[in-house]
């Protein structure tokens, strides 16, 4: 079992819809989750971070983690086609320096 | 200054040449990560370190690749001898915001 995944995708859905990205992790001591942002040709970017169980709200973006079920997932209100990337899940067991582990990402296009 | 800077941006070398990448990571900032990335793997950490020492290399075929932070400001991935298969992006980051910044990423072709 890979130590994160996410569903292979590619996820499509219409401009205004709510797009969701999943993502599990293998590891129990993962304390530290993050959402990445990479459109083709560029760097990740972080777009969302979580430290606790439940819900973080970030203008269009929620992410929620639970983990009993060692799973984080990423909510994308009122899609548009600029959030058209791929979407990348970051894990890491401590706060501070330590590497992160990523998912393979799952590519989101909202069509206009 | 918030950014890392890699150079060079794109790279097209023959195989079995020496290709060297460079990193200047977030000014200050002691930690330097290497990853590849590839549309079959993903994101892979290469190598990591922290005040110029490394700390992790085992992502790194240590028969080809070396990595190394001579000092605060520059750490270098070196591939000698390089093959097709090397072919990839290569990105260091720095730690920012219990995330990482990106640099811009290395596209390396080996042909």
């Known amino acids: 079992q890979k130590e994160v995944e996410q569903n292979s995708g590619p996820l499509s859905v219409p401009e205004g819809a709510i797009a969701s990205l999943n993502c599990t992790y293998s590891?129990?001591?993962?304390?530290?989750f993050f959402w990445y942002r990479q459109y083709s040709g560029k760097s990740p970017e972080l777009i969302m971070s979580?430290?606790?169980?439940g819900d973080k709200e970030d203008g269009r973006f929620t992410a929620q983690l639970n983990k009993a079920s060692q799973y984080v997932s990423l909510l994308i209100r009122d899609s548009q086609p600029s959030d058209s990337a791929t979407y990348l899940c970051?894990?890491?067991?401590?706060?501070?320096?330590?590497?992160?582990?990523f998912g393979k990402g799952m590519k989101l296009t909202v069509n206009p | 200054d918030a950014r890392v800077t890699q150079t060079p941006r794109h790279k097209v070398t023959e195989m079995g040449q020496e290709v060297t990448m460079r990193c200047q990571p977030i000014l200050g900032h002691n930690t330097v990560f290497w990853y590849r990335q590839t549309m079959m793997q993903g994101l892979e950490l290469l190598a990591y370190f922290r005040n110029r020492a490394p700390l992790d290399d085992s992502g790194m075929p240590k028969d080809r690749f070396s990595a190394e932070m001579p000092d605060a400001t520059l750490a270098t991935l070196k591939i000698q001898p390089s093959e097709p298969r090397d072919s990839a992006v290569y990105f260091c980051?720095?730690?920012?915001?219990?995330?990482?910044?990106f640099g811009s990423g290395t596209r390396l072709t080996v042909v």
């Open positions: 970051a894990v890491n067991r401590m706060g501070g320096s330590e590497k992160l582990v």
């Open positions: 590891d129990r001591v993962s304390q530290s």
């Open positions: 979580i430290y606790s169980n």
């Open positions: 980051a720095s730690p920012r915001g219990g995330g990482y910044t």
